[in-house]
């Protein structure tokens, strides 16, 4: 492969180029004979005119604007496509995740499912998933009761209370203290997220009504804590493409229970390496909460990290974390950041519930992709199924708020620039990857929207201007 030596202009910018001769006088009245075809590379040449280039066409992408009598070329523009990715996702239900969103009567969890439908319904075949949540009931449990049945093995179902130390009960014999009352637990009739326990009166309800019995309530114990429930998926689909079934499979969950972090996480990882064991494609766990672990061992989040570690350091698998947290859980923060840490991504994604948790929670999860793949993408083919010229490839890059810039070519990581980055061949022999540097993966990373693009058609840029 010869080394690309030819700087190029990006089409929109190449035709004002061209319009600003015209405006000199450098073009003739026949000149539009210069005009360009997008679907090919196409060259169009000026009259004679000597222009100097003064920011415009592809100088800010470190092309070049070219002196009389040279032609700019235009290629094909391509949406960058990255490699195929097995990925494992655990989704937080827990209660907390009804609280509400910003000042909306959306809840945490309906902004985080419609963010995971979109996401996963929206990556194709070369993504392939497994998703599984937490807490989970026991297999003989659940976490609402109404009766003392429903509650299996996760009993008692909190219907009854110990009047002195407040202990959940079904009769007087199992509350500690000898004057203890095993008594009924009720909720106030106005607002029943308000428990009472002085049943058919209103003192404790505080102008919510009167002290009522539960209707439904929750079973004490009902959390699965074995690592086993949490690596075995709720939904596994061969391919990321199958949108009813990632909708059906969340449509299906409602948020309960508390946040057994530590068997949840270790059952996604232990998916991920089953993942890994049979898989040519990278893997990656994704772990998504609203809070830090409050059941269920391990609860030191030192050893909930080092679980992360040993796994990517013997597998290679990172573990990313997505933070769902208000002002006042951010003492959780650090905690999750230690998970993030122990997985090789070093950093959380922090949202903060609000109107547009979906959209930023998006964000997060494109970048997520963007970095398990350490932003390795699809070398674009050329229409009409022609051979690739691999000389002929550019990659554009764009950041919010700021003009794109055209990408040098280097030859391999070591020579990428610390500033400007820039991109390269997995192999530059025989190539079936298009690397980025450092340097512009990072900014992918970290889930600011910026983009990639490809053009294919036009001499690969090799010199990074600064």
Request: aromatic letters at 6%; a negative charge; hydrophobic letters at 35%.
């Amino acid at each position: 492969m010869s080394a690309p030596r030819i700087h190029s202009l990006d089409p929109a910018r190449a035709a004002r180029v061209w319009v600003l001769a015209c405006l000199l006088g450098a073009c003739s009245e026949d000149s539009s004979s210069g005009s360009v075809n997008e679907s090919s590379p196409q060259t169009a040449t000026d009259a004679g005119a000597e222009l100097e280039p003064h920011g415009l066409g592809f100088e800010d992408l470190n092309g070049e604007v070219t002196d009389a009598g040279s032609s700019v070329c235009v290629g094909e523009r391509r949406t960058a496509t990255l490699g195929p990715l097995d990925l494992v996702v655990m989704l937080d239900r827990s209660g907390s995740m009804l609280d509400f969103v910003g000042g909306t009567i959306i809840t945490k969890w309906d902004a985080v499912r419609e963010a995971m439908k979109q996401f996963l319904g929206s990556l194709g075949g070369d993504v392939r998933i497994r998703l599984q949540y937490f807490p989970l009931a026991k297999p003989d449990s659940a976490f609402e009761c109404s009766t003392q049945a429903d509650c299996g093995s996760g009993g008692p179902c909190l219907l009854s209370f110990c009047s002195v130390s407040s202990e959940p009960c079904t009769e007087d014999l199992q509350c500690p203290d000898a004057d203890d009352e095993c008594l009924p637990l009720g909720q106030c009739s106005v607002e029943p997220t308000l428990l009472c326990g002085d049943i058919g009166f209103s003192a404790e309800c505080g102008g919510f009504g009167t002290c009522v019995p539960l209707e439904l309530s929750l079973c004490w114990d009902a959390t699965d804590c074995s690592i086993d429930a949490y690596a075995t998926p709720s939904l596994e689909s061969g391919d990321a493409s199958d949108a009813d079934g990632v909708a059906d499979s969340l449509d299906s969950v409602e948020p309960a229970g508390g946040t057994p972090t530590g068997p949840a996480l270790a059952g996604a990882l232990e998916q991920a390496s089953t993942f890994a064991d049979v898989s040519d494609r990278p893997v990656a766990a994704v772990l998504v909460t609203d809070g830090v672990p409050t059941e269920c061992d391990p609860l030191d989040i030192g050893d909930i990290a080092s679980m992360a570690e040993q796994v990517r350091s013997e597998i290679g698998v990172q573990t990313f974390v997505i933070g769902v947290l208000s002002d006042f859980e951010q003492n959780g923060a650090a905690n999750l950041e230690l998970i993030a840490q122990g997985g090789g991504s070093d950093q959380v994604f922090f949202i903060e519930p609000s109107s547009n948790l979906t959209n930023r929670l998006l964000l997060a999860l494109g970048s997520i992709r963007a970095s398990a793949l350490d932003c390795q993408y699809e070398i674009p083919a050329p229409q009409g199924g022609d051979e690739l010229d691999y000389d002929r490839v550019n990659v554009d890059f764009a950041a919010p708020l700021t003009e794109p810039r055209r990408l040098a070519l280097v030859s391999d990581a070591r020579a990428c620039d610390p500033q400007f980055g820039g991109w390269y061949y997995d192999d530059p022999d025989q190539p079936t990857r298009i690397e980025l540097c450092d340097a512009v993966c990072g900014v992918i990373a970290s889930g600011t929207g910026a983009s990639v693009e490809f053009e294919v058609g036009c001499q690969t840029q090799t010199t990074i201007l600064k």
